[in-house]
């Protein structure tokens, strides 16, 4: 049975990643966006880390198959949508501009199985959290949290070797969301059942208190202070979440929409990189443009998965793929 609660939690990640696009579109084509840039700024707190805590929550049982199981119920998946949605991205962003990368797309293409340089960095680094997860499963939790809360904070204060390229830093820095949520499920999971009125309000005072409170840790303790930072966010985000859940008609959307994330996340970037540029600057304020263009870089990919979602191979795997693959999920060990 889904967990409603974290489809809540999904589904809102999800619409402040599209936001955090649709904002950087709109800076690079002149926009105005004053505090909106600001808030984007702060929610890189939020909206990742929500996303891989949750993904880690719904990897929790996967990690704990054996590797042929783990690739059958998600590794396959993740590494044909990758690999599909690079190629679909190539050819998209030949003839559509995407000028938040300096990299050409077709190398992006051919980089991208050992260099992720792009918006699906995001598949690449769950294959690599799966992988991760499922070599440590037998370690007691607190050996992989620990490292990876130590990689964390290094990420956070940039001393993790990138070569260059900050999606590394990414990678590293999310992992230990990734664990916290596919070590420690029976804890969120608590947090989201005791979840109430109380509680809710402190969850809303608490996310942009220490959101404010961050800009006042000395920069020598900016890493821990980040990572920190994320970590009470979360777990207040979560408390939102269950108590948003327990309203139907207030939870259906976020639900939908967490449901269906790999839909949005692949399709979104570049559906707003052919749409913002034809807006005319100012034609209303930023926040109207902002929430506007969120609503069609989440809306639009629904549309076009409920399309193409029965057929198979586009937001999901080739039907007789699906089919071969269903005998090998084998039951957790």
Known sequence: MRLAWADVARGGAMILVVLAHALQLMDVYGWHNAWLDTLNLYLTAVRMPLFFLVAGIFGANAIRRTWRGLFASRLALLLYMYFLWMLIRAVWFTVIPWPLSDVHPWIALALSPAWPTNGLWFLFALIVYLVVGKLTVRWPAWIPLVAAGILAVAAAMD??????????????????????????????????????????????VVVPAAMAGFSFIPGIGRGVGRIGLSVVCVAACLVIAAMIAKVGWLAAPFRYIGQRTIAVYVAHAMLLAAVVPLIPVGIVPPVVAAVVFTAFGVGVPLVLYRWLGPVGGVFNLPRPWARALESRREPVS
């Open 159 to 204: 001393v993790v070797p990138t070569a260059g390229n900050t999606v590394w830093r990414s990678v590293a820095m999310y992992l230990f969301f990734f664990l916290l949520g596919a070590r420690l499920p029976d804890v969120w999971r608590a947090v989201a059942a005791r979840a109430n009125i109380p509680l809710l309000v402190v969850a809303i």
